[in-house]
């Protein structure tokens, strides 16, 4: 079946620190990808998607490049911010001709970003 | 509208106790999900409304989970006969129809679940 691997947690980088965090996915077909952030007490919230091969999405100064060739949708930002202190998950849907009925979702990352 | 709403945020109970949810979508979304998420994990699926009909559930549904959506508005889930195992957070989503993929999911906050 469809999975989602994420590099493991916890981060802790510095205020402005480049950040990335690997994702890479095992489905069939041509799934979409999503980044979702987590903050402390709130719903996840969908922080960028990539639907098709060779997509860059980007949010918020957050990009991930959908790559087919290597499975991979890594999470980047330049500099971080205190603020984006949370937990992200990467997430998949497999293709289909309707609307997906699932997310499959990797085990999250924790960041956490010091002043 | 102010987004997804899940009832308790919290719940404590004993083993063998039965337990039981509440979410409200987004007025006029007509999907909606429940996942269960433990500690240090992600959200895994355990069901999918699309009105009031259930389509899909999951194997991680047992028999002592079950949901409802009547009239196709607010959903239940409910646990019986809890167990330990059963502490997680609870999470429930929703979307309008003809979205593609997750890109139109609506979380709630979730409610956590703690079996003594």
């Known amino acids: 079946g469809d999975s989602v691997t994420q590099m493991e947690g916890p981060v802790t980088l510095s205020e402005e620190a480049f950040l990335t965090i690997n994702c890479t996915y095992t489905?069939?077909?041509?799934?979409?990808l999503f980044w979702y952030v987590q903050y402390p007490g709130e719903g996840l919230q969908l922080l960028l998607k990539?639907?098709?091969?060779?997509d860059k999405g980007s949010n918020k100064g957050f990009e991930a490049t959908y790559r087919k060739e290597t499975t991979s949708f890594h999470l980047e930002k330049g500099s971080v911010q205190v603020s984006d202190s949370a937990v992200y998950f990467c997430?998949?849907?497999?293709?289909?001709?309707?609307?997906?009925?699932?997310?499959?979702f990797g085990s999250g990352t924790q960041l956490t970003v010091l002043p | 509208d102010t987004g997804v709403s899940q009832n308790p945020r919290h719940k404590i109970t004993k083993r063998g106790q039965n337990v039981t949810f509440r979410c409200d979508p987004i007025?006029?979304?007509?999907?909606l999900y429940w996942y269960r998420q433990t500690l240090g994990q992600g959200p895994e699926f355990l069901t999918y409304?699309?009105?009031?009909?259930?389509?899909?559930k999951s194997r991680l549904l047992s028999d002592r989970f079950s949901a409802e959506r009547p009239k196709g508005s607010f959903s239940t889930l409910e646990i019986q006969r809890t167990e330990q195992g059963d502490s997680a957070m609870y999470l429930c989503?929703?979307?309008?129809?003809?979205?593609?993929?997750?890109?139109?999911?609506?979380f709630g906050p979730g409610t956590r679940l703690t079996v003594l």
């Open positions: 007025s006029e979304h007509n999907r």
């Open positions: 989503a929703s979307s309008p129809t003809g979205t593609s993929g997750g890109a139109d999911w609506f």
């Open positions: 997430a998949l849907t497999p293709f289909s001709s309707g609307s997906a009925r699932q997310l499959t």
């Open positions: 489905a069939t077909g041509y799934p979409s």
């Open positions: 990539a639907t098709k091969a060779d």
């Open positions: 409304f699309q009105n009031e009909a259930q389509l899909e």
